[in-house]
């Protein structure tokens, strides 16, 4: 599984060299939550098999919807992009112009920075947001491209989300300022933080979250959202939220889990002590109070029931759907008496295509692995285990064939997310998967072991080296290579070294304290 400690002693160490403050770390421990609140997703089984009254006593051990809760979704957050109102001329894409300061241009509006030079990029490029420091104390924000040359130079800003349709939401290093900046450090607009409703240094804790044009902001104690143009598209009034996916956000208040538009307003309410996960494929898991639990499309119907007690084939929890397929707990009979939850697949109808057998082998048996996931190149992670421990791992298809049999050699993991952002338990590995024919994994049951890469196959073939592994992404893969110190670098699909270190100022030189996917 991903290496808690390893995750909280980054975090510190960014918390250290920033100085923030006890509230601005609430902020960053929120990371982590994309598919449901975690104690929704304590209670997720509960709710369908038990009464009500158990239910709440659930629901009294480990209260959802608390800023404390930082539980994960498909480990994957939902990135995609629905904004196009912005065209920039790309027409420099294939032969990047190198501009400098001493062209003339204002920095703050170009993204240049006094003696180091800048190229510029076409809208659709793939670029990378990178966090440098030259002394392990101060960081600043910095674009690249994938020869490593800056697009934004850093000393201008301090946090930068992702790019979607070409913009992306920074603040200045003196946190004065917020702007709408393209891949080439064009500003678009701008806002001050109490334009945007909060002076809380909330940009890198969220930047994650940057989905569909919208960004979730934060003032210390409540969540809200604001969209691409800086404009506050719901207050700060939630405890808890969800990224924006297929343009809705599942938010909390209150015990209370609702979905609401790009506007802010609610479209479903699903009443207090819920949980629900978002909308892929126009569907979105979900359960209530009242023990009904399923599919719901986006007007809040519920299109796909589970039943009300176990039974053979009783589908206990849904995972997101892709290419109209979804992996599946299903409850089954054990030849040997009682029934057991195995992994299985289900299809847009709430048909249950496959699922595995009851008994693998006496006391042993295989299910899904983790929460929330998703088929990712056709492929799905699953285990073998006993009731306290795991005992194999490998990954099946679609067609309920095993692509990689099970063995004991490696464990997968999910992509590394952020210094910021917390993976808990079975939500760690909801984003496990092959990206470019590759996957991060550790050693069998070594959850505190460094991290190396298998191909499709299952062979390991970038040996285990790293503390923390991006997924790659246009040929490169970002990876922790000194955890104390919080070094980072880009690496290609056979391991070697690719971008290292960084031109500073004065001829000094920058390393990467964190690193994001090229894309």
């Known amino acids: 599984m991903h290496n808690h400690e390893r995750e909280k002693n980054e975090i510190h160490r960014f918390l250290k060299i920033e100085t923030i403050d006890k509230k601005r770390a609430e902020a ?73 300061a001493s062209s003339g241009q204002d920095s703050q509006t170009t993204g240049t920075a006094s003696g180091l030079e800048t190229v510029t990029v076409g809208a659709d490029d793939p670029v990378a947001v990178v966090y440098l420091s030259e002394d392990g104390v101060t960081s600043t924000c ?27 939401i920074a603040v200045t290093m003196d946190y004065s300022e917020y702007r709408v900046i393209d891949k080439n450090g064009n500003v678009l607009k701008t806002a001050t933080p109490e334009q945007i409703g909060t002076t809380h240094d909330f940009l890198r804790g969220m930047s994650s979250y940057y989905s569909e044009g919208l960004l979730p902001i934060y003032d210390g104690q409540y969540y809200g959202f604001i969209n691409n143009d800086l404009e506050v598209v719901a207050p700060l009034i939630y405890d808890e939220f969800l990224a924006y996916s297929e343009g809705l956000a599942a938010v909390c208040k209150d015990l209370v889990w609702q979905f609401i538009d790009t506007q802010g307003n609610v479209v479903i309410d ?35 029931a589970s039943v009300e007690s176990p039974q053979e084939g009783f589908v206990t929890y849904q995972g997101q759907f892709s290419d109209g397929l979804a992996p599946a707990e299903v409850t089954v009979n054990r030849a040997s008496g009682g029934n057991n939850w195995v992994f299985g697949i289900i299809d847009k109808q709430g048909n249950i295509v496959f699922h595995l057998p009851a008994d693998t082998e006496d006391g042993i048996y295989m299910q899904m692995l983790g929460w929330g996931g998703t088929f990712v190149d056709g492929m799905y992670p699953l285990m073998t285990s006993t009731t306290f421990s795991a005992t194999s791992y490998g990954f099946i298809g679609t067609d309920g064939q095993m692509k990689i049999a ?3 050699v490696w464990q997968p993991i999910g992509y590394y997310k952020g210094p910021i952002y917390y993976n808990y338990g079975d939500e760690a590995d909801a984003n496990i998967g092959f990206y470019e024919g590759l996957c991060a994994v550790q050693p069998f049951n070594e959850s505190n072991g460094l991290i190396g890469f298998i191909d499709s196959g299952g062979t390991v073939v970038i040996d285990y080296q790293f503390y ?14 000194e955890n104390s110190a919080g070094k980072w670098i880009y690496i290609d699909a056979s391991g070697n070294t690719v971008l290292s270190v960084f031109p500073g100022e004065d001829g000094t030189t920058l390393y990467m304290t964190y690193a994001t996917d090229f894309e």
């Open 28 to 100: 960053y421990n929120h990371g982590g939550k994309i598919h449901m609140g975690k104690a929704a997703k304590n209670m997720k089984k509960v709710t369908a098999l038990i009464c009500i009254f158990t239910l709440f006593i659930a629901l009294g051990n480990g209260m959802a919807c608390s800023k404390s809760s930082n539980s994960a979704n498909s480990g994957q957050t939902v990135i995609s992009s629905n904004e196009d109102d912005y065209e920039t001329d790309d027409t420099e894409s294939e032969d990047a112009v190198s501009k400098t």
């Open 142 to 168: 910095a674009v690249i491209n994938l020869s490593g040359q800056y697009t934004v130079a850093p000393g201008i800003y301090k946090a930068i989300t992702g790019f979607i349709d070409n913009k992306a």
């Open 270 to 304: 699903l009443g207090i002590y819920s949980g629900c996960s978002s909308f892929t494929e126009g569907l979105a898991y979900f359960f209530k109070f009242d023990g009904t639990n399923g599919y719901m499309d986006q007007n809040g119907n519920c299109v796909i």
């Open 406 to 408: 099970l063995q004991t």
């Open 468 to 481: 923390h592994a991006g997924r790659f992404s246009n040929g490169l893969a970002a990876v922790c290579t």
